[in-house]
Structure formats: C-alpha cells, structure tokens
C-alpha cells in the first residue's frame, strides 16, 4: 500500500499536507479521513515536544517553543545512556547557542546519567572544556561512570542531596582474532590510564589513588564527593550542606536486628 508523508506546522498559520517533508506517515486511504489526519498533526506536536510557552520579556509577548526556551537559557541536559546520538545532540544544541550568542559567559548542564560510551563521552567533555565559557555541571538522580567524570569537569560542580555518584574503570567486550583482542585490549588500558589522569585533574587525587579506587565500581554519597574532590557542594534548601559523615549509611544497627529470632529459623 502506498504511503505518503504528512508534515504539520503550527495550525495556526499552516494546515497543509507537504510531500517533501517527512514526520508522520500514514496510508493513501487516511488522506480522505480529515479526522485522523489532525489527529496525525496533533500526536506529531506532541512527539516532538513543540509544546508553546508565553513568555514576557521588556513587555512583549513573545511565542517561543520549550526547547528554545530552555536554550536561551543557557541549559543542556544529559538524560540517559551517554551515546553518540545523545552527545551528537548536546553539541548541536551547544553550537546552536554558542554561535547566537545566547551565553552570558557560562552554561549549565544537569546530569543524571549511569554512564556510557568513553569516545562519546570524552567528545563532550572536550567541546565543554575547550571555549571561553564557565561550565556549571548538576549532577541529579544517578550520575555513574562517564557521567561522573562529565560532572567532575564543571568549573562549579554541585549535585542533589540523593545523587548517587558511581566511578569505575572503563569496560568493554573484545572479540575477533588474538591480534584484533591484543590491538582492542590496548585500546582499552589507553583510555583507562588517560581517564585516570584526567580524573587526577580534576580531583586532585592522585593517579595512583584514582587507579586503586576504580579497579571496583566506588559508590559516593554527594557529600563524600566533595570530600573526594568530585564536586564542590550540595544542594539543599539552604543552599548548600556542610560535610558530615554519616556512618548509618553503610552499616546496619545492630540494635535493630532481633538476632534470637533470627537463630530460631537457622
């Protein structure tokens, strides 16, 4: 069955079928059905997330979509697994906004990632380190992996009180002949000693410390992060909370355990 393309802008100004543009498909048979057809363009709206916000600003009312909205606002995010389509999306978003001049010398970036690819990964990080702009990073949620080393890079790095932050060594699967395993294997320990070094940067922890804690995945509380030199505070209501170990995190009250109950089922 033959299948044409449907495209919609906002109705307000256009409500037309355009076949070199493509966004919905539906059948021949559909055309003639003007029911379903706006209810092609009302789903295709929404799938894109072309939602329209008023704004005020110097008293005119201006239409602008979410997306731009957040834009101008100098906001990115890095939701998900960190891939080459995620990071390819960040960067057009933040050349977008860099070459209008939307920047008022720095940008934010919420992070609540567990991680990712480590090429895609260290992409980002170069086109967010490598300009004249002060890189605010939040990490919320999860932050684990690749995510916790984007976090780290921030000029001003903070994160939600119930951030989970994970590092850990790179991982990979190696297959194919022994000389592709050999060649993919020092591959691999390339990105772990430089991601090693890096994180000593960053941190200021040493390489040799950054080796020992990653050789197993090292889960941190946001405050133990700032210990550690991972991010520099914690948001709160009062804006942010001072270092305080809470050792009931890790280890269970033994008062709490009935261990006689517990014997009678042994």
Known sequence: MKSINIYSKTLKYYNFINLNKSMIKITSKDCFNHKKIYNY????????????ISMKRSMIEDNMDLENFILS???????????????????NDFMYSSLNNNFKDYCKILINSPGGDVVAGLALYDVLTLNNYKLNTIGLGVTASMAAFLLACG?????FPNTRIMIHQPLGVIYGTITEIE???KELIFHKNNLNYLLSKLTGQSVSKIERDTTRDKFLTPLEAVEY?????????????TYK?????KFSKLSMINWDEINNFI
């Open 41 to 52: 363009n009302f789903y295709s709206k929404k799938i894109f997330n072309r939602k329209k």
């Open 155 to 159: 000029n001003r790095r903070i994160a």
């Open 183 to 185: 060649i993919q294997a």
């Open 73 to 91: 606002n100098n906001f990115f995010f890095c939701f998900g697994d960190i891939n080459e389509v995620m990071v390819n999306m960040i960067i």
């Open 229 to 241: 030199g991972l991010i520099d505070n914690v948001i709160s209501s009062n804006k942010t909370m």
């Open 245 to 249: 170990k809470f050792s009931y995190l």
